[in-house]
C-alpha cells in the first residue's frame, strides 16, 4: 500500500509561481512512475504530467510544456511539481498518482490516463487570479 499526501495548493496571482509537493507512505516508492493530474470544477480530470522512477524520463501535457517542471527525491519519498507562469486557466485540484507495475520500475504505457494509476493523494487545490 502507498499513501499520498499533496501539499503546497494555495491562491496566487497569474504569471506566479507554486510548488506542489507530494509525500509517499511504502518502501517501494523508488520504484513507481509518479503522475500529476488536475481537474477544475465541472470538467474531466486531466493529465498534467508524470515522471519515471529514476526521474529520468518525464512527459507532460501540452498545455503546461515548458511551464511546469515534475522532479522526485526518492531519498525523501516525495514527488514535487514547480509550476511557473501560472494562468487563470490552471486553477484547479491538483492529484499526484502512484503507479504500481507489474514489472518494477516499468514505464506506464498509457502514462496519460488516469486509469493506469494505482494510488491517489486527496489533492490540493490551486487557484490563479487574474
Known amino acids: 500500500q502507498v499513501q499520498l499526501v499533496e501539499s503546497g495548493g494555495g491562491l496566487v496571482q497569474a504569471g506566479g509561481s507554486l510548488r506542489l509537493s507530494c509525500a509517499a507512505s511504502?518502501?517501494?516508492?523508488?520504484?513507481?512512475?509518479m503522475g500529476w493530474f488536475r481537474q477544475a470544477p465541472g470538467k474531466e480530470r486531466e493529465f498534467v504530467g508524470a515522471?519515471?522512477?529514476?526521474?529520468?524520463?518525464?512527459e507532460y501535457e501540452d498545455s503546461v510544456q515548458g511551464r511546469f517542471t515534475i522532479s522526485r527525491d526518492n531519498a525523501k519519498n516525495t514527488v514535487y511539481l514547480q509550476m511557473n507562469s501560472l494562468k487563470p486557466e490552471d486553477t484547479a485540484v491538483y492529484y499526484c498518482?502512484?503507479?504500481?507495475?507489474?514489472?518494477?520500475?516499468?514505464?506506464?504505457?498509457?502514462?496519460?490516463?488516469?486509469?493506469?494509476?494505482?494510488?491517489w493523494g486527496q489533492g490540493t487545490q490551486v487557484t490563479v487570479s487574474s
Open positions: 498518482a502512484a503507479d504500481s507495475p507489474t514489472i518494477a520500475t516499468m514505464w506506464p504505457t498509457f502514462y496519460y490516463e488516469a486509469d493506469e494509476y494505482d494510488y
Open positions: 511504502g518502501r517501494t516508492f523508488s520504484s513507481y512512475a
Open positions: 515522471i519515471s522512477w529514476s526521474g529520468g524520463r518525464t
